[in-house]
């Protein structure tokens, strides 16, 4: 049997920008998503600790060392700049896999930067 678990978590980002014309997506600079082990259209969920919005969606990778974190499309409509969001992704893993796993997390200041 294989199981959803939590692979990574951006903790504490805080939302620069909203784009509510685009396909849709939320665009995390670069040196995040490396941290975090998150690939450019993998799914991830964003939970917004402003507004209690939880909502699935895929990430863009942004410009390196810019601390963007952007809501994109339909998405931009459940969050607002300034607005604290956990971003988690998961995998499927089986039994004997899930008692060695040691999900990434990164933990941000108020700029985006990465302080754990």
Do not use: C, W
Request: cysteine-free.
């Amino acid at each position: 049997m294989q199981r959803i678990m939590k692979k990574s978590k951006i903790h504490s980002a805080t939302i620069t920008g909203l784009e509510l014309y685009y396909e849709g997506s939320i665009t995390i600079d670069k040196d995040i998503l490396d941290a975090a082990d998150i690939l450019p259209n993998e799914q991830v969920q964003i939970v917004n600790l402003n507004n209690g919005a939880r909502l699935i969606s895929y990430a863009i990778s942004g410009e390196k060392s810019s601390g963007i974190i952007e809501l994109n499309g339909p998405a931009a409509r459940l969050g607002a700049v300034g607005d604290k969001i956990i971003i988690i992704s998961y995998g499927q893993f089986e039994e004997n896999e899930i008692s060695g796993l040691n999900s990434k997390v990164v933990l941000l200041n108020n700029n985006n930067e990465i302080i754990s």
